[in-house]
């Protein structure tokens, strides 16, 4: 089945996804971007996937689409709110591939009637251009279990993007997020790649903040057992030392970093369900000084 597919946001993540979709030649692809170009090159691990594209850079006379798949970052949202009320209607799928928790909560009040869900990613990328990326391991998103995870893992059939889909999502958005918070702080601030993590104390102090984000996350309702610390501590110990999280590749780059999805988000709920959160209260007011001010 033919779907009309929009990619709103073609940086490296965009534009991976929103490639190997256009190198099937099944759908009917747009890209929403800032600026246009009329090629989609993909530097996969496999080889690399070059595919003619439809760049738009205004909605102005776009209307609803089968699908959108929204690749900015959390907080460029609501910069989408032009493209997402064009392109969204009542049969409208909103897949949100995004870092944090509030995938639903940022996008919904923007979409109208459409389904918003939530999926995360593993992929790490690189944008080299308008349109170009280079994808520099595997390709993956996990989406839950459903009538509509299972018909946006359809779309990828064929390509060698992997979509898995989780009986909880609830569960994997913060798991996810217990990966990131846990490294993205002490890497940005040390402006090292997770080698770091070899320096004396830096482990323990990533153990520190996932004790926080697991706590939150179970207040919220994630499964999240004490397993988890060690299993993410000992990840970031065991990682390639040049390994660049993507809020350090942010900061270097001189783009707004993830404070408030990493850890504001983390503050706020802490703060309804009545847990202290002070390790991350103080990595959102050092990175927001980063972003020129507090993002709590």
Same mark, same amino acid.
Request: hydrophobic fraction near 40%; charge should be neutral; aromatic fraction near 4%.
């Given at each position: 089945?033919?779907?009309?597919?929009?990619?709103?946001?073609?940086?490296?993540?965009? @534009?991976?996804?929103?490639?190997?979709?256009?190198?099937?030649?099944?759908?009917?692809m747009t890209f929403c971007v800032r600026e246009g170009f009329d090629e989609i090159t993909v530097e996969a691990p496999s080889g690399t996937l070059q595919s003619p594209a439809r760049a738009v850079t205004s909605p102005v006379g776009l209307g609803p689409t089968d699908w959108v798949i929204l690749a900015v970052k959390a907080h460029q949202v609501e910069g989408t709110a032009g493209w997402l009320s064009a392109l969204c209607g009542s049969e409208t799928r909103v897949a949100v591939l995004q870092n944090g928790v509030e995938h639903v909560e940022r996008t919904a009040p923007f979409?109208?009637?459409?389904?918003? =869900?939530?999926?995360?990613?593993?992929?790490?990328?690189?944008?080299?251009?308008?349109?170009?990326?280079?994808?520099?391991?595997?390709?993956?998103?996990?989406?839950? #279990?459903?009538?509509?995870?299972?018909? =946006?893992?359809?779309?990828?059939?064929?390509?060698?993007?992997?979509?898995? +889909?989780?009986?909880?999502?609830?569960?994997?958005?913060?798991?996810?997020?217990?990966?990131?918070?846990?490294?993205?702080?002490?890497?940005?601030?040390?402006?090292?790649?997770?080698?770091?993590?070899?320096?004396?104390?830096?482990?323990?102090?990533?153990?520190?903040?996932?004790?926080? @984000?697991?706590?939150?996350?179970?207040?919220?309702?994630?499964?999240?057992?004490?397993?988890?610390?060690?299993?993410?501590?000992?990840?970031?110990?065991?990682?390639?030392?040049?390994?660049?999280?993507?809020?350090?590749?942010?900061?270097?780059?001189?783009?707004?970093?993830?404070?408030?999805?990493?850890?504001?988000?983390?503050?706020?709920?802490? #703060?309804?369900?009545?847990?202290?959160?002070? +390790?991350?209260?103080?990595?959102?007011? +050092?990175?927001?000084?980063?972003?020129?001010?507090?993002?709590?």
């Amino acid at each position: 089945m033919v779907s009309r597919i929009a990619v709103v946001g073609a940086g490296a993540i965009g @534009c991976v996804f929103g490639g190997y979709l256009a190198a099937r030649g099944r759908h009917e692809m747009t890209f929403c971007v800032r600026e246009g170009f009329d090629e989609i090159t993909v530097e996969a691990p496999s080889g690399t996937l070059q595919s003619p594209a439809r760049a738009v850079t205004s909605p102005v006379g776009l209307g609803p689409t089968d699908w959108v798949i929204l690749a900015v970052k959390a907080h460029q949202v609501e910069g989408t709110a032009g493209w997402l009320s064009a392109l969204c209607g009542s049969e409208t799928r909103v897949a949100v591939l995004q870092n944090g928790v509030e995938h639903v909560e940022r996008t919904a009040p923007f979409s109208g009637t459409a389904k918003v =869900f939530p999926v995360t990613i593993n992929c790490p990328a690189v944008k080299l251009g308008p349109g170009r990326t280079s994808q520099l391991g595997q390709a993956r998103l996990i989406a839950g #279990e459903g009538e509509v995870g299972r018909a =946006f893992a359809e779309l990828f059939s064929g390509t060698d993007a992997r979509i898995q +889909l989780s009986a909880d999502m609830k569960t994997t958005v913060w798991r996810k997020l217990c990966n990131n918070m846990s490294c993205s702080v002490i890497t940005v601030l040390t402006n090292k790649p997770v080698g770091v993590f070899r320096q004396p104390g830096l482990l323990d102090l990533s153990a520190a903040l996932l004790k926080e @984000c697991i706590a939150v996350g179970r207040a919220e309702g994630a499964s999240l057992g004490d397993e988890v610390i060690d299993e993410v501590v000992t990840k970031h110990k065991t990682a390639p030392p040049d390994l660049m999280p993507s809020m350090l590749m942010d900061r270097r780059a001189g783009r707004t970093l993830e404070t408030d999805a990493q850890y504001g988000v983390i503050v706020r709920l802490g #703060e309804r369900h009545g847990i202290d959160t002070p +390790l991350c209260r103080a990595a959102a007011a +050092l990175l927001g000084a980063l972003n020129g001010g507090s993002d709590i």
